[in-house]
């Protein structure tokens, strides 16, 4: 199993530039690189917060950083980011939000979590478990038409009706129950794929965000996080996927301009002004880190603070 990496570690803590006695919130822990590091950073007086839908991160995190009294470690969905706050550290706000999307890599290298198609495994896909509906069982029913546009809309898959078909037809004959077995029946639907990736690369990734529920779940905790900080406060925001990275990007842009209703007008109300203020440009992994760590090729990391 590869090693977990944690992406763009020291452009996160530069970005997040956390101080001694700060209130900090891992939103997603993942394998706790960035979360260890960060803790490394705040001193004795800090709080930091880290939460994971997934029970084997809350179980990694609880396991490597439950005894210190400075952290507090929560199971959920960072849709709910306000709620596990306010429960966990009080109604005072935070000092620095970190959401790092995506699958980590030791979910993506576990076969029996079907994030992959690298390695045969049960076609799940959930990032908990233990609730939803799972890839298998939505695949079951699904008609062509919802499953054609899953693949359009959140894998921007040029044959999505093409693979749709060829997995309706398939399941007639056998459940697609495998990560294995799907990637084949995509593969078969375009027998003249001459591109570098996988053919499979994109229905999975389409599928995963669909069933994760992955971009609707990003606005919320987006709001919710900026909402959160204090004056100075500033949010992280990792994305793997031009889908959540131009949500990201709008949500900050729009977030850091007044509004244009109020343009050009004397008076501005408060809640017409900015709330961020965007800090430089988008950062990606420069080569040395793609040597050591080759999934960071696709991150991009963008942050704001609070105004």
């Given at each position: 199993m590869t090693m977990h990496v944690p992406v763009l570690l020291e452009e996160v803590l530069q970005a997040l530039s956390p101080r001694a006695g700060g209130r900090y919130i891992d939103a997603t822990y993942g394998r706790g690189g960035h979360a260890a590091a960060l803790l490394a950073q705040l001193g004795e007086g800090g709080r930091l917060l880290v939460i994971d839908q997934d029970p084997a991160a809350v179980a990694d995190a609880r396991a490597r950083l439950g005894a210190d009294a400075r952290v507090v470690v929560r199971q959920g969905n960072f849709a709910d980011l306000a709620r596990l706050a306010g429960e966990a550290l009080g109604e005072a706000g935070v000092d620095g939000v970190l959401l790092d999307l995506g699958v980590s890599s030791p979910q993506l290298d576990d076969p029996a979590?079907?994030?992959?198609?690298?390695?045969?495994?049960?076609?799940?896909?959930?990032?908990?478990?233990?609730?939803?509906?799972?890839?298998?069982?939505?695949l079951a029913t699904a008609p062509a038409a919802e499953i054609a546009g899953v693949l359009r809309d959140y894998g921007e898959e040029r044959h999505a009706r093409r693979i749709a078909r060829r997995l309706v037809e398939?399941?007639?004959?056998?459940?697609?129950?495998?990560?294995?077995?799907?990637?084949?029946?995509?593969?078969?639907?375009?027998?003249?794929?001459?591109?570098?990736?996988?053919?499979?690369?994109?229905?999975?990734?389409?599928?995963?965000?669909?069933?994760?529920?992955?971009?609707?779940?990003?606005?919320?905790?987006?709001?919710?996080?900026?909402?959160?900080?204090?004056?100075?406060?500033?949010?992280?925001?990792?994305?793997?996927?031009?889908?959540?990275?131009?949500?990201?990007?709008?949500?900050?842009?729009?977030?850091?301009?007044?509004?244009?209703?109020?343009?050009?007008?004397?008076?501005?109300?408060?809640?017409?002004?900015?709330?961020?203020?965007l800090l430089g440009r988008a950062v990606r992994a420069d080569e040395a880190e793609l040597a050591r760590n080759p999934r960071a090729r696709s991150a991009v990391l963008r942050a704001a603070e609070r105004l």
């Open positions: 979590r079907g994030f992959s198609f690298q390695a045969d495994g049960p076609l799940d896909m959930r990032m908990n478990p233990q609730t939803g509906k799972s890839a298998a069982d939505w398939a399941r007639a004959e056998a459940p697609i129950e495998t990560t294995g077995r799907l990637a084949s029946l995509v593969a078969s639907a375009l027998p003249g794929h001459r591109e570098r990736k996988h053919p499979a690369t994109r229905s999975f990734q389409a599928i995963r965000i669909f069933i994760n529920r992955e971009l609707e779940v990003l606005e919320t905790a987006l709001t919710q996080a900026a909402d959160l900080l204090v004056q100075g406060g500033r949010l992280c925001v990792i994305s793997f996927h031009s889908l959540e990275d131009r949500r990201v990007k709008r949500f900050l842009r729009g977030r850091s301009r007044p509004d244009p209703v109020y343009a050009g007008l004397p008076q501005m109300p408060a809640h017409a002004r900015p709330t961020l203020r």
